[in-house]
């Protein structure tokens, strides 16, 4: 799953900021209250750490809480149909990934929910997932993880953070690139997944350095591969699976604002500007260099976009067997 990023960014942001940056303030009053950021996975995962950082610092540029409320769950659905129900005021906004924003409403049958219920804000940037093992679990690079799995099907158990998100994609994604076969495990979030993995309930999963930051640095868990097109500058001397021999693996996790839908340009417009504007902050910028996000920023449309491209290759993931409604 390739993304345009990178050489864009400079020119998406800087064009964004002086497009807008000389705007009026078309929505004055706003924020006049809190603001609710729903972020639709428990705590600790990375993205709640990514909220909780611009929730706090678009606290401090408008004097009014941005508070971030956690609601995990189905896959992210169950965050994501409050803000889609929610007052289209701007005063409830969804963290957007994935999982609740394209791949749950898309695999889950009866979603309550749909895909365009939303309005763009923002797309924050995005990380590659990364290969996690327990440390009793034999394979220790790419290749030996492959030849592992097709010699003893739907025997490893491999986690994810529920039924349509982003790890259940790269597990799928893994799957069709090796023809490997792996019993998948939904958990409600990628904390108690975490927790899991450490103690050998499961063998392996995808995430990011954001989520899986503190078992890495206490090295509880081995780093196999990394599923992307180059290495972490985070993780140099772990191998990427293309490097590998593996091809057509790639899988990331994006992050992003999303609003209900119906929202006033002018709010969406007045958050855009202003996240753009932090995003090229040091400390800010420096703090998600850390975690091993690529920055994006960028306008509405670029989010906009990019969604409809993510949910056309979720219909060929469905239409080619490797995911299933459920």
């Given at each position: 799953m390739k993304h345009i990023i990178g050489a864009t960014l400079l020119a998406a942001l800087t064009g964004t900021l002086s497009a807008q940056g000389t705007k009026p303030d078309a929505a004055p009053g706003y924020p006049s209250k809190p603001v609710r950021w729903v972020v639709p996975f428990t705590p600790g995962a990375s993205n709640d750490i990514i909220g909780r950082l611009i929730a706090g610092k678009l606290t401090e540029t408008w004097g009014q809480q941005f508070v971030i409320d956690n609601r995990g769950g189905a896959g992210g659905l169950i965050g994501a149909e409050t803000v889609a129900r929610a007052q289209p005021d701007g005063y409830t906004l969804l963290l957007a990934n994935p999982g609740p924003s394209i791949n749950a409403p898309l695999l889950a049958k009866n979603a309550p929910y749909k895909v365009d219920d939303f309005s763009s804000v923002i797309y924050i940037g995005y990380a590659p997932l990364i290969l996690l093992t327990n440390l009793n679990f034999p394979p220790r690079t790419p290749k030996e993880l492959?030849?592992?799995?097709?010699?003893?099907?739907?025997?490893?158990?491999w986690g994810s953070s529920g039924i349509g998100?982003?790890?259940h994609i790269g597990l799928a994604v893994l799957q069709g690139a090796t023809g490997a076969q792996l019993t998948h495990v939904p958990y409600k979030g990628t904390a108690p997944l975490l927790t899991d993995l450490v103690g050998g309930q499961l063998q392996g999963t995808h995430t990011t350095t954001v989520s899986g930051e503190s078992v890495i640095k206490g090295k509880r868990v081995r780093v196999?591969?990394?599923a992307s097109a180059k290495r972490s500058p985070l993780l140099p001397d772990v191998p990427t699976l293309a490097e590998s021999g593996i091809k057509d693996?790639?899988?990331?996790?994006?992050?992003?604002?999303?609003?209900?839908k119906g929202t006033p340009r002018a709010i969406i417009d007045k958050l855009n500007r202003e996240i753009n504007r932090l995003l090229t902050q040091p400390d800010v910028r420096g703090r998600l260099d850390g975690l091993g996000l690529e920055v994006q920023g960028g306008t509405p449309e670029f989010l906009e976009?990019?969604?409809k491209?993510?949910?056309a290759k979720i219909h060929k993931l469905i239409k080619t067997g490797l995911l299933k409604p459920e």
């Open positions: 492959v030849d592992y799995l097709k010699a003893n099907p739907n025997k490893v158990n998100s982003s790890l196999v591969g990394i693996a790639e899988a990331v996790v994006w992050f992003g604002m999303a609003a209900p976009n990019f969604i491209t993510e949910v």
